[in-house]
Nanobody
């Protein structure tokens, strides 16, 4: 069992930046991946970015490529999402999640085993 706690959300103007953090506690595994998903009002949850824990391989949604960077600090058991050039369309609740049984940073929400509580990101125009 893994607990995930997101932080770093807030209100920012379009073009600004935020860095989200997700601290994991409990069981960890070298064959894990951690991902970020988001859900805007009236929208389905969508994939944002993911990273494999051991190798650092990454996947990004097309909508955030070149703007967002996912990274991890293995010593701190924390994953980050650096969000630059934010757009109003990025407004959503952002969730981190961990997939305990993969070497691939999956884009599929159903692959993930534990989820954080979410952190709100609001981008104003």
């Amino acid at each position: 069992q893994v607990e995930l706690v997101e932080s770093g959300g807030g209100l920012v103007q379009a073009g600004g930046s935020l860095r989200l953090s997700c601290a994991a506690s409990g069981r960890t595994s070298s064959n894990s991946a951690m991902g970020w998903f988001r859900q805007a009002p009236g929208k389905e949850r969508e994939f944002v970015a993911a990273i494999s824990w051991s190798r650092g391989s990454t996947n990004y949604a097309d909508s955030v490529k070149g703007r967002f960077t996912i990274s991890r600090d293995n010593a701190e058991n924390t994953v980050y999402l650096q969000m630059n050039s934010l757009k109003p369309e990025d407004t959503a609740v952002y969730y981190c999640a961990v997939d305990l049984r993969t070497l691939v940073p999956s884009i599929n929400a159903y692959d993930y085993d534990y989820w954080g509580q979410g952190t709100q990101v609001t981008v104003s125009s």
